[in-house]
């Protein structure tokens, strides 16, 4: 596709559940971003990747939160034992990184997470 | 640690007349800035970005900001509003060139500026 697709776009979930969010970024792009966007805030940072490894994942809120990025395409945000506070809208973004500080980065809609 | 601060949860304009959307920003190292558009069920949209090459930005849809260190803003403006501006607007800081490689990761988000036109 065109741009960052997430899936699902709508996600409601029990409490205490695990859920997985995936990310597809823009092909050939090798930096991948997820933000948490609570309501009526602006986007939290949560983790960046460059290829495979995460290389700034200090916005993760605990150990219940993980995600991963294999084959440094595809991204799974990964949340075990959710809870209420979880609930957000989670944002995937993609780069191309280069030399230049000249790149955007290109976010996605979103996966809206409601726990109940 | 940096932040930036959007003044006004809520800005009203007539269509037509300025549009002004204020944004300060703390930063211990010189900082990159961005503004984001956000329209309703669509993604973070790109406005500009402020890499130290110059202190005026030049954005899509004719906005533009201007870099001022003395007074650590970044405010947005818009000479005419149109319609189709209502939307929600984030101001953001990452690390700047002696931290960065790239400009774009770590971005904090100020609370957003919503914007309503009024015909």
């Known amino acids: 596709g065109a741009g960052v697709s997430q899936t699902p776009s709508n996600k409601v979930t029990e409490k205490g559940k695990y859920v997985e969010l995936r990310c597809d970024p823009i092909?050939?792009?090798?930096?991948l971003y997820w933000y948490r966007q609570s309501l009526g805030q602006g986007p939290e940072f949560l983790i960046y990747f460059q290829g495979t490894g995460a290389a700034d994942d200090s916005g993760l809120p605990n150990d219940r939160f993980f995600a991963v990025r294999p084959e440094g395409s595809v991204s799974t945000l990964k949340i075990q034992r959710t809870e209420r506070g979880d609930s957000a809208v989670y944002l995937c973004?993609?780069?191309?990184?280069?030399?230049?500080?000249?790149?955007?980065?290109?976010f996605g809609q979103g996966t809206r997470l409601t726990v109940v | 640690a940096q932040s930036v601060t959007q003044l006004g949860s809520h800005v009203s304009v007539s269509e037509g007349a300025l549009v002004l959307l204020r944004c300060n920003y703390s930063s211990s190292v010189p900082p990159y800035l961005f503004w984001y558009v956000q329209y309703p069920n669509q993604g973070l949209q790109l406005l500009l970005k402020y890499t130290s090459a110059a202190t005026l930005v030049k954005g899509i849809n004719g906005f533009e900001a201007e870099f001022k260190k003395s007074e650590t803003s970044f405010h947005l403006t818009k000479p005419s509003a149109h319609m189709s501006d209502a939307a929600e607007y984030f101001c953001?800081?990452?690390?700047?060139?002696?931290?960065?490689?790239?400009?774009?990761?770590?971005?904090?988000f100020g609370t957003g500026t919503r914007l309503t036109i009024i015909p």
């Open positions: 092909s050939g792009h090798t930096a």
């Open positions: 953001a800081v990452s690390p700047g060139p002696l931290i960065s490689n790239f400009g774009n990761e770590k971005l904090t």
């Open positions: 973004a993609s780069s191309l990184q280069g030399a230049s500080s000249n790149t955007e980065a290109f």
